[in-house]
């Protein structure tokens, strides 16, 4: 993924000025930045919950910025949300399954007609499903209603559930938030391993200091919309106009 000259405004609010960023495939990026520098804005017009003033979104070399959330998710992005989007009263495996279908949905003529095909696809999702929930830690949950899970389980269930979308890009928003020390280092193996087995590239916008500069291999700094500093964990410590944007001076 590759933005650049990548502008939001909000009414004359310049959210986000000049953004450039580039993701490999397999590369662990984090954003960090203080409150309102623009990190949710990146990620909402990377999928497609706004549209840029100016700039471009290219993804496996195609242009993607303006496109709707739903062709994103087609093209192989996917995306966590600060505050939970599950849906609580649906069980754990079927929360994953539904997230299933966003991306390879399966038409209603062939629900009815339920044909080996349908049949077939519908064992697959399955089997990814339960390998998923397996990964998560979630698989011993897998039948009670999410809204019974306990909050860490639940941040780990929509980790589940964008994975299940099959993207090639992840995006998880604040992950790491409410969870406590220990669930944050099991948070930091669980993502590498996202990464290691299948291959997708992540990008995490977290507060969590220790947390970015221990997983990520390269870090992104944000200050009122503005790029500051790219670099790796040990760059960025080391930048003086970073330390400005957080300690008020250099
Ligand atoms: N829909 C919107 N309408 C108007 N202003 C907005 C909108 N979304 C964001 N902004 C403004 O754009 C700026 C950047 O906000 P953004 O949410 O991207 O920051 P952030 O870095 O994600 O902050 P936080 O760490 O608090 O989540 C802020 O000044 C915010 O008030």
Known sequence: MRTAD??????G??????HAISVGAGEIVGIIGPNGSGKSTFFNLVTGFSRPNAGTIEFLGQSIAGLSTAAIVERGIARTFQGSRLFGSLSVRDNVLAAAQLRHPIGPLAAIVRGARYRERLAAAQHYADELLE??????KARQPASALPYGDQRRLEIARALATQPRLLLLDEPAAGLDSH???ILAGLIRTIRDRYGIAVVVVE????????????????????????GTPAEVRSNSRVREAYLGHA
């Open 13 to 18: 609010l310049v959210a986000l000025r000049n």
């Open 135 to 140: 990964l998560m830690a979630l698989k011993p």
């Open 207 to 230: 507060h969590d200091m220790d947390l970015i500069m221990t997983l990520c291999e390269r870090i992104q700094v944000l200050a009122t919309g503005e790029v500051i500093c790219t």
């Open 6 to 11: 990548l502008t939001k405004a909000f009414r």
């Open 183 to 185: 669930e944050t280092r």
